[in-house]
């Protein structure tokens, strides 16, 4: 079920009376309280896992990272993130996206950040990003993983939805647990 939670988690205590919550990243996901009260979501959020969904798998999904970006995405928010530090938005000059640079960008773009660097200590003019130097190398490993997600999810929204508007789920889809997961139903997983 999505809602486990590892034990080697990073766990802190809620300062609010909360209870237990895990992070990931920036985000911090509330899963259900240690003393059983009601939360009405629990979160596989460790850090390795990347996705997480409300106790019946369905109606809030999230997932770490973006299955649904194209090649130069994670370009433009690295060139997004090193105006942030150019403009002191950001106190650190920002790190290579894991995995996706290979050398010859890698070193595009280290050659870059010292032009950056010189450029801000003596005070003349950022130079310009090397996009266009970039693009013809930057290469999409997660495409067919993405789609293949999003083409999924898809086709499990179609197989529970009534087709009224007005009628959220189809005759026989219990509206608590529409894909059978909380009663161990995984006929739809086939």
């Given at each position: 079920?999505?809602?486990?939670v590892?034990?080697?988690?990073?766990?802190?205590?809620?300062?609010t009376?909360?209870?237990?919550q895990?992070s990931i990243?920036?985000?911090?996901?509330?899963?259900?309280?240690?003393?059983?009260?009601a939360?009405?979501?629990?979160?596989?959020?460790?850090?390795?896992?990347?996705?997480?969904?409300?106790?019946?798998?369905?109606?809030?999904?999230?997932?770490?990272?973006?299955p649904e970006?194209?090649?130069?995405?994670?370009?433009?928010?690295?060139?997004?993130?090193?105006?942030?530090f150019?403009?002191?938005q950001?106190?650190?000059?920002p790190?290579?996206?894991r995995?996706?640079?290979?050398?010859?960008?890698?070193?595009?773009?280290?050659?870059?950040?010292?032009?950056?660097?010189?450029a801000l200590?003596?005070?003349?003019?950022?130079?310009?990003?090397p996009?266009?130097?970039?693009?013809?190398?930057?290469?999409?490993?997660?495409h067919?993983?993405?789609?293949?997600?999003?083409?999924?999810?898809?086709?499990?929204?179609?197989?529970i939805?009534?087709?009224?508007?007005e009628l959220?789920?189809?005759?026989?889809?219990?509206?608590?647990?529409?894909?059978?997961?909380?009663?161990?139903?995984v006929?739809?997983?086939?």
């Amino acid at each position: 079920m999505l809602g486990r939670v590892r034990a080697r988690c990073r766990q802190k205590e809620s300062s609010t009376g909360a209870g237990r919550q895990y992070s990931i990243i920036r985000a911090t996901f509330p899963i259900q309280r240690s003393d059983g009260t009601a939360t009405d979501r629990r979160w596989s959020a460790c850090p390795d896992q990347w996705r997480g969904a409300s106790p019946d798998g369905f109606r809030t999904v999230f997932m770490q990272g973006h299955p649904e970006y194209d090649s130069i995405s994670l370009l433009k928010e690295y060139k997004r993130d090193i105006g942030g530090f150019t403009t002191g938005q950001l106190p650190v000059y920002p790190p290579f996206p894991r995995h996706y640079f290979d050398r010859y960008n890698k070193a595009l773009f280290d050659e870059y950040k010292e032009r950056v660097h010189l450029a801000l200590s003596d005070g003349s003019v950022i130079p310009a990003f090397p996009e266009k130097l970039a693009l013809d190398r930057l290469s999409n490993t997660w495409h067919d993983s993405g789609e293949a997600l999003v083409g999924n999810w898809i086709g499990l929204v179609y197989q529970i939805t009534n087709r009224l508007r007005e009628l959220p789920f189809m005759d026989g889809v219990d509206p608590d647990d529409p894909l059978g997961w909380l009663a161990g139903d995984v006929s739809r997983l086939t």
